[in-house]
């Protein structure tokens, strides 16, 4: 499995990148996980976008969902130019049925449902749920091929939950949107000690802090998330590919 964050912040994308999103790759299959602002040409550094196979969603806030629609009108155009792809899978959960509605667009993309503590089989991967703590109803989501697991947390605060359903990760995938003087201030978010301690917690061999925030240095988020995880830690790196052989 080979992962590649094309966006690292939150919120909104600063100049010239994307807000959270990861494109995640198995033999030829290629999976976005998050489709935020920028993410659409973010994604074309890598792959042609009738590359894409499938997309899934953690929730509903436009920072998760913003270039969907441009995802959309992509297809829309190559089919006008007589390159119509088959029906691209969107799988988002069905919490808010508007939201999920806006998943299936024309012929050319189908939303697909996806719940909390189930699996689905997406291409080689087996695809897992766990719901976090935010202020709309979101899902922390596990990729699992050939033994390795890659966990997301998507956007969260502090929970139990997580912890049990990262255990043993190969590699996490951490929001971390918070300084430590935000921490409690600031629902639905982690801060770097926390995103460490989850880390430590469910013995993952790697982290990585993502979600970020555009104010302050981003190192000393990294630093409070080292001092509670003994294993290795960084900043995602966009373009970087995290390979889980
Ligand atoms: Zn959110």
């Known amino acids: 499995m080979n992962i590649i964050p094309l966006g690292i ?56 969902i913003a270039d969907i629609g441009s995802l959309q009108f992509s297809r829309i155009i190559q089919y006008y130019l007589g390159q119509p792809s088959p029906a691209l899978p969107i799988y988002g959960h069905k919490q808010d049925k508007e939201q999920f509605a806006k ?55 502090w929970s139990d939950q997580l912890v049990t359903f990262a255990q043993h990760a190969d590699i996490l995938f951490s929001e971390a949107n918070l300084y430590e003087e935000h921490l409690g201030k600031s629902p639905g978010h982690l801060a770097g000690s926390e995103a460490g301690t989850l880390a430590q917690q469910a013995s993952v061999t790697q982290l990585v802090l993502t979600h970020l925030p555009h104010h302050g240095d981003v190192s000393d988020i990294l630093y409070e998330a080292k001092k509670k995880f003994s294993g290795p830690a960084e900043i995602a790196e966009v373009g970087k590919k995290y390979e889980l052989l």
């Open 9 to 64: 912040w939150g919120g909104y994308p600063k100049a010239n990148s994307a807000t959270s999103s990861f494109l995640i790759e198995q033999d030829g299959f290629h999976c976005l996980f998050d489709c935020g602002s920028g993410v659409l040409s973010s994604l074309q550094n890598y792959i042609a976008l009738e590359q894409l196979d499938a997309v899934v969603i953690s929730h509903y806030h436009a920072d998760h």
């Open 103 to 157: 998943l299936t667009y024309k012929e050319q993309t189908q939303g697909i449902e996806i719940q909390e503590h189930s699996s689905v089989q997406i291409g080689p991967f087996t695809v897992t749920f766990c719901p976090t703590v935010h202020p709309v109803y979101c899902l922390a989501v596990k990729f699992t091929v050939n033994g390795k697991s890659a966990v997301f947390t998507a956007d969260t605060e």
